[in-house]
């Protein structure tokens, strides 16, 4: 059945994409509570700095979920999984609650502060971009396509080493050197070699 693992693929590829496009982009506008009000635009391998790396998890995931065997599959699908639950989690986080602690890395390489406590004193405001919730849509595909690799794996077929196997390599199997030896032992017996 090709086109479950079609769906699989596509869908951990998208992804994992989504993850990595995101990471790069705005996630939380901060505005800093000094004189000049000024804000940082906090990108999302900042806020969330996991998602880059997990994201290049999943990416290469559904590039060798293609590729698969039956067992490879759902130790594939179980990985998914946990990479869709963390960066969910994680994204979620930031979506729902938008905590301080998210913005820390981007506020104490502008200004030398550090601590979450010292950043919370120093923000006066948060504002989410689009990217939080669209990153935490892709994680839903992600956990998604994980159960339904592993809800599938085992009707996917094995056709992997059919791909280059050649229609010789049949009639190969069949006809192996110990048959040559069985029948010449049979005629240098006197058996008829027509029966």
Known sequence: MRRPRSLAVVAMLLAGAIGVIGSTQTWIDVTLNDGAQ????????DALPVLTPLSLAALALG????????????????????????????????VFAT???ATAATVTDATGISGVDA??????GLSLTPWPAVTLVAQIVLAAAAVFTLVTARRWGSNAGRKYRTTGDSTAESSRPHDAIDSWDDL????DPTA
Do not use: C, K
């Open 119 to 124: 950043v919370g004193d120093l923000v006066a």
């Open 38 to 45: 000024e804000t940082l635009a906090v990108p999302g391998s």
């Open 99 to 101: 905590p301080v602690s």
């Open 188 to 191: 240098s017996r006197g058996a």
């Open 63 to 94: 590039a060798a979920l293609s590729i698969a065997g039956p067992v490879v599959r759902y130790v594939f699908g179980a990985i998914g999984l946990a990479i869709a639950a963390l960066t969910g989690f994680g994204a979620a986080q930031i």
